[in-house]
């Protein structure tokens, strides 16, 4: 880590964040839905029914995993590690007493109020008013 969030700049952050989040929660959804119809499009029909439903339906995927990928660019830009997509759960990069740990957020959370160290994941979350 090179550069660290301040709980300020953490929060501001949050307000860009949410949003990208909510929408790559839906479109991971979308590809897991679209994945299962093609499956289904697949089992055998004898006549290739379903060729144009299969042709939309992967163009469509495409399209939603390049906009999940410009999602996952834009959070690693901005030095946010998405940790899961399901949840929202991301980590930002921060000092505490000089050394390095994360700021813990996931959707459906208000301001930031978790933190933990570098290795030990949510699990280890911590109050920040616990913060050593």
């Known amino acids: 880590m090179s550069d660290f969030y301040d709980l300020g700049a953490a929060n501001d952050r949050i307000v860009e964040l949410r949003p990208l989040l909510e929408a790559l929660r839906a479109d991971r959804d979308a590809v897991a839905e679209t994945q299962h119809r093609l499956e289904q499009l697949r089992e055998p ?5 379903h060729r144009a439903e299969l042709d939309d339906r992967r163009q469509q995927m495409g399209r939603t995993i390049k906009r999940m990928e410009g999602a996952v660019r834009q959070i690693d830009a901005w030095g ?3 940790r899961d997509i399901s949840t929202g759960l991301v980590d930002f990069p921060a000092l505490l007493n000089g050394r390095p ?4 957020w996931k959707l459906g959370e208000g301001d930031i109020a ?19």
């Open 45 to 49: 029909s004898g006549n290739g029914a």
């Open 80 to 82: 946010v590690a998405l």
């Open 101 to 104: 740990v994360w700021l813990c």
């Open 114 to 132: 978790w933190w933990h160290e570098l290795d030990s994941g949510i699990a280890g979350r911590r109050p920040l008013i616990e913060m050593e």
